[in-house]
C-alpha cells in the first residue's frame, strides 16, 4: 500500500470515528477507547460495539433523575396530606396496611406513609434533595471500588446534613431505592467489615429510631 493511500484511509476512519466519539461520550462511555477501535479494526465495528453497550449506569441514573418520571414521584409523595379527615385516615392507614401485606410497598414505604397519614408533615423531595441523593448514590459506588475505606468519612457528613430529622431520614431510604433500586441501609452496611464502623455510619438511622441498633440493623415498624 502506498503512502497516500494509508493517508487517505486514516482520515476517513478518522473522520467517521469523530461522531462515535461525540455520541460515545454523550450515553457516558469512554469516547478515545471507541476511537481506538475504529482506526485499528473499523469504525463500524466501533459503532456497533458502542451500540452494544449502551448508556452506563451513572449516565442512566443522572438521566433518571431529571425526568418527568422523577418529578411525578415527587408530586405523588407530597400531594394533599394536610386535608385528610380522620375517616380518609384511617381507610388510608388499611390501604397502605394492605399494600404493604402484598409486598407492593417496601417497610420503609410503608414507615413513611403512615408517618405522614397520622402526623401530614410536608416532606418536600426537591431537586436540592435529589441531587444530594446521587451525590451519595456516587461516593457509596466510588468508596466500594477502593481497598481504603476512603470515603466513608465523607459519606457520614452527608448523611448528617440529609438526615436533619426522623422525616427527612426515612425519605432519603425512600428516595435512593426509589431511583437506584437499591437498599440503603444494606448498601451502608456492606461499605466496612468492622461492627463500629458501620455503626457510626448509620448513626442517624439508629438516634431517630428507624433501624435496630444491633446487627444487622434491620428497619423498625
Keep these: ?42 469504525p463500524l465495528f466501533a459503532f456497533i460495539l ?54 407492593v410497598l417496601t417497610e420503609a414505604e410503608f414507615i413513611a406513609e403512615k408517618e405522614k397519614i397520622l402526623a401530614p408533615s410536608n416532606i418536600n423531595t426537591t431537586e436540592l434533595q435529589l441531587t444530594a441523593v446521587y451525590r451519595l448514590y456516587k461516593l457509596i ?22 438526615c436533619v430529622d426522623r422525616e427527612k431520614s426515612l425519605q432519603l431510604i425512600i428516595d435512593y431505592e426509589k431511583t437506584f433500586h437499591k437498599n440503603l441501609i444494606k448498601s451502608l452496611i456492606e461499605l466496612s467489615t468492622n461492627y463500629n464502623s458501620i455503626k457510626e455510619t448509620l448513626k442517624p438511622f439508629i438516634e431517630f429510631g428507624i433501624v435496630n441498633a444491633k446487627y444487622p440493623h434491620e428497619l423498625i415498624l
Design 1 to 42: 500500500m502506498s503512502p497516500t493511500f494509508l493517508l487517505i484511509w486514516a482520515l476517513s476512519w478518522g473522520i467517521f470515528a469523530i461522531p462515535i466519539y461525540t455520541y460515545a461520550n454523550r450515553i457516558g462511555q469512554n469516547g478515545g477507547f471507541y476511537v481506538l477501535i475504529s482506526l485499528i479494526i473499523s
Design 141 to 162: 459506588k466510588d468508596n466500594k471500588s477502593k481497598i481504603i475505606d476512603s470515603n466513608i468519612t465523607i459519606i457520614r457528613t452527608e448523611l448528617s446534613e440529609i
Design 50 to 103: 458502542v451500540l452494544a453497550n449502551g448508556k452506563t449506569e451513572e449516565k442512566q441514573i443522572e438521566e433518571k433523575i431529571k425526568s418527568k418520571e422523577i418529578d411525578d414521584f415527587v408530586k405523588h409523595s407530597t400531594s394533599n396530606q394536610n386535608t385528610l379527615t380522620s375517616n380518609d385516615r384511617y381507610e388510608q392507614l388499611e390501604k397502605i396496611a394492605n399494600l404493604k401485606e402484598r409486598g
